[in-house]
């Protein structure tokens, strides 16, 4: 059922003020009008939110992981009206878009299985010591829920970064409610899957608060969430203007909350002269494949490659424009950024020290041709906007006097994503030296391979220095990401009728806890109702 409603907690309501989506590819209106939070729905999200973080943070994690998988069985079960949906509204091919709901179900499974496991409370026992001068009191210290989140729907993401993704996943499994602000392009897939979660939270007979979702396109409604004083984290993937506009305002609150935002990468590819010389026409094509992928429309799209300037590094952008010049241009998903990819792309064409290395084909309504520009380490030095991400299939090869120089260059390169090199066996030396370097730059090092796609396992980082986040200390796929929702409280000297079950000498919800410095194994079965 799609009729365009603000979801707050159980409830359904309309406003009078609404806004359409829009197919991509045709510019025709889909769905029917949505209605557009205010200032009312926000605070009553938040105030339902804020109700119930107290019992679902402290539900036994079985409890807990049933309800994340419950959600994963919900949002299989609304069945091909998703696909269908979410293809109308952002123009990506239905495998796409099966894959990415396979996706999200599979990251709600993983964050049940690691909820159930419950090494992430880090339940911790420091035993009393009466006899020692000074005595030492009993200490216990867990992981709890930050309290309500506020997530933000990704344009580029439908599923996986969007109503139910991994922010959502996440805070839900850290025992935090979740307030959701729906993105405008893509309401109708939005509004299924909110309502796919508002059933699972009935389902499980959890407050009606853990989860509330709010549709509108307005920059004010995302400000007025961020700012609510009940809101004690934000997830956001998007742009950097975007994401910085919320960092500043959880700063400015009288109680500053953190920020995870995903904002800003062009994900460098360094090709060392081995490959270059042995394999770069094979390179060239894989890097086209990988450029152009879902139109480029990635966070982790190769958006600079930097390499040793010479013949073999001439044959590789002459291969990578001829594969470039056969990709047809694709639909993108909104015209906002179909509109920002032109203007990138125009500002790069009209840079003097940037050459146009593929050919400049005309795109269509809406659609991303792709392209490939050509430039110098020296002027990449000079210019930084020649290293600006352009969300689509465009990229700059920087062109390198040796590998002094490229090292340079690296050093000099704002927080990204993810850092790849291509290199063979002799090329060893060169990698090594450059991997710290990379290290220094990115949340995920790559060798011999692409960085689109991201894993969801439990070693996945996708995560970097500003700008490619806020927070370099965290990641917003894998499931590191629920330690972005948890803060470590200790319990010192409490009665045992006063403890959380985690720190309890009875174990009832059967953790491996560390024990005056020691990993321990649970001497009895978890009782999930404890």
């Known amino acids: 059922m799609i009729d365009g409603s603000i979801l707050i907690g159980q409830g359904a309501r309309r406003s009078d003020a609404s806004f359409r989506a829009h197919d991509p590819a045709t ?316 203007e990138g792309v125009a500002a790069l064409d009209g840079n003097s020290a940037v050459a146009r290395a593929s050919a400049a084909g005309a795109a269509g309504h809406n659609r991303c041709a792709p392209a490939l520009f050509d430039t110098t380490a020296e002027a990449y030095a000079r210019d930084a906007s020649i290293g600006d991400e352009i969300f689509g299939s465009a990229a700059v090869v920087v062109r390198c006097r040796d590998l002094a120089q490229l090292a340079a260059v690296v050093a000099g390169m704002e927080g990204q994503l993810t850092a790849t090199i291509h290199m063979d066996d002799g090329d060893l030396e060169a990698a090594r030296a450059l991997s710290p370097l990379l290290a220094d730059k990115a949340g995920r090092l790559l060798v011999n391979g692409w960085p689109t796609g991201v894993e969801v396992t439990h070693a996945m980082v996708h995560g970097g220095p500003y700008p490619a986040t806020s927070d370099s200390r965290s990641t917003s796929v894998g499931s590191l990401a629920i330690a972005r929702f948890l803060r470590p409280v200790c319990f010192q000297n409490l009665p045992e009728a006063m403890l959380p079950p985690a720190l309890r000498d009875a174990n009832p919800w059967g953790l491996s806890r560390r024990i005056d410095g020691e990993w321990r194994a649970p001497a009895v079965a978890a009782r999930p109702d404890a």
């Not at 949505?34 to 938040?46: E, K, L, N, R, T």
Request: charged share 15%; net charge negative.
């Open 27 to 342: 510019g025709a209106v889909v769905g029917p009008a949505f209605s557009i939070a205010g200032a009312q729905d926000v605070a009553d999200a938040c105030a339902l939110a804020a109700d119930a973080a107290g019992a679902f943070g402290s539900l036994a994690p079985a409890v807990r992981a049933d309800f994340l998988e419950a959600v994963a069985q919900a949002i299989v079960a609304i069945g091909d009206i998703l696909i269908e949906t979410a293809m109308a509204e952002t123009g990506l091919p239905r495998a796409r878009l099966e894959g990415e709901r396979g996706r999200t179900t599979g990251q709600l499974q993983l964050f049940a299985s690691v909820v159930r496991r419950g090494d992430w409370l880090d339940a911790t026992l420091d035993r009393a010591m009466p006899d020692r001068v000074p005595p030492r009191p009993a200490l216990r210290r867990m992981n709890l829920p930050l309290g309500p989140v506020a997530v933000f729907g990704a344009s580029n993401f439908p599923l996986a970064f969007s109503v139910a993704g991994g922010d959502t996943a996440s805070a839900l499994a850290a025992g935090c409610p979740v307030v959701v602000k729906g993105h405008s392009a893509h309401p109708g897939t939005g509004e299924l899957v909110a309502r796919a979660v508002q059933a699972a939270v009935a389902a499980c007979g959890l407050p009606e608060g853990v989860f509330s979702y709010l549709p509108g396109k307005s920059h004010e409604l995302g400000a007025a969430l961020v700012a609510d004083p009940r809101i004690r984290a934000v997830g956001f993937t998007g742009s950097r203007g975007g994401g910085l506009h919320l960092v500043d305002i959880a700063r400015q609150r009288e109680n500053p909350i953190p920020v995870y935002a995903e904002m800003s990468s062009v994900n460098p590819v360094i090709i060392l002269p081995g490959a270059l010389a042995d394999r770069g026409i094979e390179l060239a094509g894989a890097f086209s494949s990988s450029l152009t992928l879902g139109a480029g429309q990635f966070c982790t799209n190769p958006g600079t490659i930097l390499a040793v300037d010479g013949p073999a590094l001439d044959r590789f952008v002459a291969a990578a424009a001829d594969a470039l010049a056969g990709v047809e241009p694709a639909t993108m998903l909104s015209a906002g950024i179909a509109a920002a990819y032109a």
